[in-house]
């Protein structure tokens, strides 16, 4: 795997269009197919790039978990062979909180909207980042609530239509990648669904870094936002990423707010050390109680 | 099985309620909690998060009752034993989790130390009147099992209690204390691990890569209708979601599946009803009058009782220790021959409702309600006998 951000183009009229078998799916739940997704859409892309990575990466099958909360995104859980766990709307991050205490082998994968992680869990991911619990939240941001029909999500650009805001959305959005840094995440990157070999390897990048890593993942939601929005199709989603990108790693993230038609900041913005919750825990009741401590047995041989 | 020692601490204490129910999850062999500060239930994890680390268990005071509701049942799923523990305002948050538990079918306890109501109410002072809001609270149908202690020493047994009920019927159980039980100081004994039955958690017995489905029944003996768990990292892979779902945990969003799915998850609690149901009796073999009771409000009736028979009157007692799945089947046949019901709750009327039920306009039943705050006086409940009795 090339170890460039650049991408790899390949010849389209060389190239095959089709093949026998999705090259991915061995990590998806073929029986569940076909998938809920919208033509364009862009979370199969994000999920396509996350079974690349983990394929890449040294994680084994066996020791990752997913957990989705609700919503078009929230469908990923079910669509991939791993342990995976489609929770409650906006919860997956304390699910997550919970499974990693209980099993800290496992690699935890948060994989959700940014109307659940942002809105009804924004609560949640505050302090999930803060306590820098080792797991890997990525987030899929499509602008709006794709699974109930288009409505304003605390992401929505400001004057963007919605179907709650059918006069333009007036609320500031949040700058997710700033937001996430604030409260303490370790790693934080930024790609479209245009940027699939950068996505790829920041997923990577962020499940084999300890601590709480986040990737927001700016995707189309054709239907509702694209279309409601008159910014064409899912095809003309993606060539305005490629056109409004601008790549920057190390960015300031206070930099980095997204705007109708304005530029997209991509990169990797943060990349940091810090104890990880487990690591700390153990560390700190060892110092205080001694040889009293007894370590739960799922964490013997994993946290030190 | 017997209770592993590192979480017995065995002797005679004396301990209030919410401590007591703390030393029973740990008997149980509870090694996981998450909650939320709210009076009076806090004493329960404060205790948890002090012996946990003695006992190889871990506690998480998390963000808001949402969270700690939801990252015990991620804790189920890694492998742990796991409880929350609330009171009024964070039960009414907790509500859809129980429903999410309900329909993974995740098994653990669940604490609701019970106050004054609505909303914050009266947070330092007792109620019963979250009782059908644990057996209604979360939306849709289903079937729930409630326990509801009347002294420190119970809230230890029926902790224990709530968790072998929990693994065995891989079910969400709810413990129903009350402020009185919770915060009253009286003798605990609690026995060696040899002395604790503790009902293991059944896991599924395939090996990794071997076809796993986590409601299929294929494991299971005739009859039972509690498939085997996994957790992770075992390479079954499930699926786990709070939709409808088929056997293989995959959504499936019809009438048939709903009416499979929920068909079994109630069965599993009806049709073993017997299994789960305590009750307590006392003289309602030649009763005219049986007094209708549970957790705090069960002991204040007795120097009502004790009155009433000493003028000579024929005085009955039953204490529900389970209250939910309610005992219908044992009112129903007290109801064929007593005159009178009566029951007194800390509330304004609500396990009342399930008495008149069973008693289908037979017997006279009288409730004796209390708004919360403080306990009846055995007085009211004294009275009440002697008006249904004439």
């Known amino acids: ?304 | 099985m017997n209770a592993d020692p590192r979480g017995v601490l065995t002797g005679s204490h004396f301990l209030d309620g919410d401590h007591a129910a703390a030393e029973g999850a740990l008997a149980a062999g509870a090694n996981f909690s998450a909650g939320y500060p709210i009076t009076p239930s806090t004493e329960v994890v404060e205790r948890l998060a002090g012996r946990f680390p003695f006992t190889g268990g871990t506690f998480i005071q998390m963000e808001d009752e949402l969270a700690a509701s939801i990252a015990i049942q991620g804790a189920v799923w890694g492998g742990s034993k796991a409880l929350t523990v609330t009171s009024g305002p964070g039960f009414s948050l907790m509500m859809e989790h129980l429903g999410y538990g309900i329909m993974t079918e995740t098994p653990f306890v669940l604490v609701d130390v019970q106050r004054g109501g609505p909303s914050t109410g009266l947070p330092t002072m007792p109620a019963q009147a979250d009782m059908m809001q644990a057996r209604w609270g979360s939306h849709g149908d289903y079937e729930i099992i409630a326990l509801a202690p009347s002294s420190p020493q119970e809230c230890f047994d029926l902790m224990i209690r709530a968790f072998n009920l929990s693994e065995k019927y891989r079910t969400p159980v709810l413990l129903m204390m009350d402020e009185c039980v919770g915060h009253m100081l009286e003798r605990v004994v609690i026995p060696s691990p040899d002395k604790i039955q503790i009902e293991p958690r059944r896991y599924t017995k395939k090996g990794p890569g071997e076809q796993y489905w986590p409601y299929s029944l294929e494991e299971c003996n005739d009859g039972d209708l509690v498939p085997p768990l996994t957790k992770v990292g075992e390479g079954h892979f499930p699926h786990i979601t709070g939709l409808t779902h088929d056997e293989r945990g995959y959504p499936a969003m019809n009438a048939k599946s709903q009416a499979v799915l929920l068909g079994r998850l109630v069965d599993k609690i009806r049709k073993n009803a017997d299994d789960i149901i305590t009750i307590e009796e006392d003289g309602t073999d030649n009763a005219d009058v049986v007094v209708v009771s549970y957790g705090i409000t069960a002991r204040v009736c007795q120097p009502a009782i004790a009155k009433a028979r000493a003028e000579g009157r024929k005085v009955g007692f039953l204490r529900l220790v389970t209250v939910w799945p309610f005992p219908e089947k044992r009112i129903r046949e007290l109801a064929g021959r007593v005159s009178a019901f009566v029951v007194p709750e800390m509330n304004l009327g609500q396990i009342v409702r399930e008495v008149e039920r069973c008693s289908q306009g037979r017997p006279k039943v009288r409730g004796v309600t209390h708004a919360g705050g403080a306990v009846h006086d055995p007085e009211e409940i004294y009275n009440a006998i002697r008006e249904v009795m004439g």
């Open chain 1, 1 to 304: 795997m090339s170890e460039s951000y650049e991408a790899t183009v390949t010849d389209p009229v060389s190239a095959p269009m089709t093949c026998d078998s999705n090259p991915v799916e061995d990590w998806l739940r073929m029986d569940r197919m076909p998938h809920i997704w919208c033509p364009g859409c862009g979370i199969g892309t994000s999920v396509n790039c996350f079974t690349r990575a983990i394929e890449e990466s040294s994680l084994d099958r066996k020791n990752i978990a997913i957990v989705s909360g609700i919503g078009c995104t929230g469908r990923v859980a079910g669509y991939l062979l791993l342990d995976s766990f489609h929770t409650t709307h906006g919860r997956a991050l304390p699910f997550a909180t919970g499974l990693k205490l209980a099993s800290p082998k496992t690699k935890v994968v948060v994989y959700s909207g940014d109307g659940d992680l942002f809105a009804i869990g924004g609560n949640h991911f505050i302090h999930a980042a803060r306590r820098n619990l080792d797991m890997t939240v990525l987030c899929v941001n499509n602008f709006n609530y794709g699974m109930t029909g288009g409505q304003v999500a605390p992401t929505t650009p400001e004057f963007a239509i919605a179907s709650t805001t059918p006069y333009g959305s007036v609320e500031r959005p949040f700058n997710l990648p700033y937001l996430a840094q604030s409260c303490g995440a370790v790693y934080v990157a930024r790609w479209t669904v245009y940027h699939v070999k950068q996505l790829q390897r920041s997923i990577r990048e962020a499940l084999e870094k300890p601590g709480f890593t986040f990737i927001e993942m700016v995707a189309p939601c054709p239907t509702l936002f694209v279309r409601r929005n008159r910014l064409g199709d899912g095809l003309a989603a993606l060539e305005s990423y490629e056109e409004n990108a601008v790549i920057k790693n190390g960015a300031d993230t206070r930099e980095c707010d997204l705007g109708m038609g304005g530029p997209i900041v991509c990169g990797k913005f943060v990349d940091i050390d810090r104890p990880s919750y487990l690591s700390n825990q153990v560390a700190h009741l060892r110092k205080v109680l001694g040889d009293r401590y007894v370590m739960p047995d799922a964490w013997q041989g994993v946290v030190e």
